[in-house]
C-alpha cells in the first residue's frame, strides 16, 4: 500500500480543495469541489452535527449526488459559506437544469464545527464573514493544498491540542485510488497519554506524520476520557462545541447507495486516531463521494469492492486526523497553559 503522488485527497482525480481564512475572526472555510456533479452520500455519528443539505445525499431522495461539500468554522453561522458557492457554482452554470432558462441548482451540502471560543473577534454583528468566505474557498480551488490551522481548520482544536486540516490518498492498484480530507476539532485526543505519540501511529506511511512509531515506553490507556477535567476547565465539554468533519472521495463506479455504505465503514477512521470518538459533544459527519470513473473489476463482487474501498477510506481517515495534528501542533507535545485558553500556531503554508 502507497499513498497517492500528492498524499492528498486530490489524488482522486477531478477532485479540487479550497480554503479561505480569516485571521482576525480566526476560522475559515474549506471547499471541496466535485466536478458537475458525482454521486455521494453522508453518515453522521456525532450527537451535536450542524448540517446543510445532508438529506439530499439520502439514498431514498431524488438526488443523492453534490457538486461541491463545504466545511466551515463558525458553528450555525458558517452555514451561509455553502449559500456563497452555490451562488457561484451557479452563476458557472454547475448545477442541476431544470429548464433551459432557469438557474442551475448546484447541490451544496455542508456541514460546521464550532470554534467560536477560540478568541477570534466574533463582534460581526449582522454581518457574519462566511458567506464570503465561501466564495473565496472556491475561488482558491486547486489540487495542491495546505494542511494545518487553515481554512475551515483554522480556529479548531483537536482535545487540549490544536486541531486543523489534514489529508492523504491510497493508491489500491488497478487504477483505484482513495482518498480523504478532515476537518479535526474533536472534544477527544489524537494523542496517546504522552502527548506525543498518534493513536493513528499503526496507520502511517512514509512518515507523513513525523515517523515517530509506537510509544517509547509501555503507558495507561485504560482512561476513556484522559483530558476530562482540562476540557472541563476550557468549556469544551459541552454539546456542540466539537466536531470531527470529513470527505472520502474514491474514483470507483459507485451508487448514492454504496456511496453510504462508504461513508459509514469510514467512521471507523475517526474512532481509530481519536479518542474518545462520536460522543455527545462533537457533530462528526463523514461525507463519501465518488467520480465514476474507474469501472469495478466484476471478477469480484460489488460488496467485496465495497469493503476493500470501505476499509482504506477508513485507513485515509485515521491518517488523515494524525496529519492534521502533526501540521498544527508543530512541537508534537501537549501545549502550555496559556495554549488551553484559546492562543495557536499561525497557520501552515
Not at 485571521?23 to 474549506?30: A, D, L, Q
Not at 451535536?48 to 431514498?60: D, F, S, V
Not at 453561522?77 to 432558462?101: E, H, K, M, P, W
Request: hydrophobic letters at 40%; glycine letters at 14%; charged letters at 15%.
Amino acid at each position: 500500500m502507497r499513498p497517492g503522488p500528492k498524499n492528498l485527497i486530490t489524488d482522486v482525480e477531478g477532485l479540487t480543495v479550497g480554503h479561505a481564512t480569516d485571521e482576525k475572526v480566526r476560522s475559515g472555510v474549506t471547499a471541496v469541489l466535485c466536478g458537475q456533479g458525482w454521486n455521494a452520500a453522508v453518515d453522521i455519528r456525532g450527537g451535536g452535527p450542524g448540517t446543510r443539505e445532508t438529506e439530499a445525499l439520502a439514498p431514498h431522495n431524488l438526488v443523492g449526488r453534490a457538486h461541491c461539500i463545504v466545511l466551515s468554522g463558525g458553528s450555525v453561522f458558517g452555514l451561509a459559506a455553502a449559500d456563497g458557492v452555490a451562488v457561484a457554482l451557479s452563476a458557472q452554470g454547475i448545477g442541476l437544469q431544470t429548464r433551459v432558462d432557469a438557474p442551475a441548482i448546484p447541490i451544496v451540502p455542508a456541514a460546521v464545527l464550532h470554534d467560536l471560543a477560540n478568541h477570534g473577534d466574533k463582534d460581526w454583528g449582522l454581518e457574519p464573514p462566511y458567506r464570503h468566505l465561501g466564495f473565496r474557498a472556491l475561488q482558491n480551488a486547486a489540487a495542491d493544498f495546505d494542511c494545518g490551522a487553515i481554512g475551515a481548520g483554522r480556529g479548531a482544536r483537536a482535545g487540549v491540542m490544536n486541531g486543523g486540516i489534514g489529508s492523504t490518498s491510497l493508491d489500491l492498484g488497478d487504477g483505484l485510488m482513495v482518498g480523504a480530507l478532515v476537518a479535526l476539532n474533536s472534544v477527544g485526543s489524537a494523542f496517546m497519554p504522552d502527548g506525543k505519540t498518534y493513536w493513528a501511529w499503526p496507520f502511517e506511511l512514509q512518515q507523513e506524520f513525523g515517523g515517530r512509531g509506537p510509544p517509547l515506553q509501555p503507558m495507561d490507556v485504560s482512561d476513556p476520557a484522559p483530558d476530562e477535567a482540562r476540557l472541563m476547565a476550557i468549556g469544551r465539554l459541552q454539546p456542540g462545541v466539537n466536531t470531527t468533519l470529513a470527505v472520502v472521495a474514491c474514483n470507483a463506479d459507485l451508487t448514492t447507495a454504496e456511496c453510504k455504505r462508504i461513508a459509514i465503514m469510514a467512521h471507523d477512521g475517526i474512532a481509530r486516531a481519536v479518542r474518545p470518538a462520536h460522543t455527545p459533544f462533537d457533530g462528526d459527519t463523514v461525507f463519501a463521494v465518488a467520480s465514476g470513473q474507474v469501472p469495478l473489476d466484476e471478477s469480484l463482487s460489488r460488496p467485496a469492492h465495497l469493503g476493500r474501498i470501505g476499509s482504506a477510506a477508513a485507513d485515509c481517515l485515521a491518517r488523515a486526523i494524525a496529519r492534521a495534528a502533526f501540521a498544527a501542533n508543530p512541537a508534537g507535545e501537549y501545549p502550555s497553559t496559556r495554549e488551553f485558553q484559546g492562543t495557536s500556531p499561525r497557520p501552515q503554508g
